[in-house]
T-cell receptor, first 108, second 115 residues
Framework: GENVEQHPSTLSVQEGDSAVIKCTYS??????FPWYKQELGKGPQLIIDIRSNVGEKKDQRIAVTLNKTAKHFSLHITETQPEDSAVYFCAAAQKLVFGQGTRLTINP | DAGVIQSPRHEVTEMGQEVTLRCKPISGHNSLFWYRQTMMRGLELLIYFNNNVPIDDSGMPEDRFSAKMPNASFSTLKIQPSEPRDSAVYFC?????????????FGSGTQLSVL
């Protein structure tokens, strides 16, 4: 079945700096790659997604890049702010298997 | 829209008791998912429904777990009998897209503690 590896498990950056989280997947048939943000006491919330027919997608300070050949995709957050502190999950379809999560802490 | 609604938010029960978790998906969404979240295993898909029909229940841990979706606006996840290792946060999510290739909208979860 699909296997999704996410790195790093924890990430601490200074406010205003950039943060990058990476995921690799095993199933070459996967064609949908979402990223979710989970704040304490809440369910995960979709923040950005990408389909396999594009290599990059950007939404304000957040971007996702996809390398289908290497089977990895990354989340990029620029100009980080304290409210970006949360746990971030990547996922890969077909079966929407989630990565283990990255706890991102933004230091003021 | 109120989003996906789960109840209860917290459940504390004793080993051996029956536990029923409830979910109301977003109106108009065709797919519904049950996930379990623990520190050790992360987010695990337990089962998903398409148009009220269970499609994939391969993630259901064992026969103690069962899920139903009697109509498009309601689903339950039942554990009978419950065990301490079932303690976790259980999330329900719905999606406007059929199957698993679409965006998921999660509820706030049910924190289950089995003593």
């Amino acid at each position: 079945g699909e296997n999704v590896e996410q790195h790093p498990s924890t990430l601490s950056v200074q406010e205003g700096d950039s943060a990058v989280i990476k995921c690799t997947y095993s199933d070459s048939a996967s064609n949908y790659f979402p990223w979710y943000k989970q704040e304490l006491g809440k369910g995960p919330q979709l923040i950005i997604d990408i389909r396999s027919n594009v290599g990059e997608k950007k939404d304000q300070r957040i971007a996702v890049t996809l390398n289908k050949t290497a089977k990895h995709f990354s989340l990029h957050i620029t100009e980080t702010q304290p409210e970006d502190s949360a746990v971030y999950f990547c996922a890969a379809a077909q079966k929407l298997v989630f990565g283990q999560g990255t706890r991102l802490t933004i230091n003021p | 829209d109120a989003g996906v609604i789960q109840s209860p938010r917290h459940e504390v029960t004793e080993m051996g008791q029956e536990v029923t978790l409830r979910c109301k998906p977003i109106s108009g969404h065709n797919s519904l998912f049950w996930y379990r979240q623990t520190m050790m295993r992360g987010l695990e898909l337990l089962i998903y429904f398409n148009n009220n029909v269970p499609i994939d229940d391969s993630g259901m841990p064992e026969d103690r777990f069962s899920a139903k979706m009697p109509n498009a606006s309601f689903s339950t996840l039942k554990i009978q009998p419950s065990e301490p290792r079932d303690s976790a946060v259980y999330f329900c999510a719905s999606s406007p897209s059929p199957g698993q290739g679409g965006k998921l909208f999660f509820g706030s979860g049910t924190q289950l503690s089995v003593l």
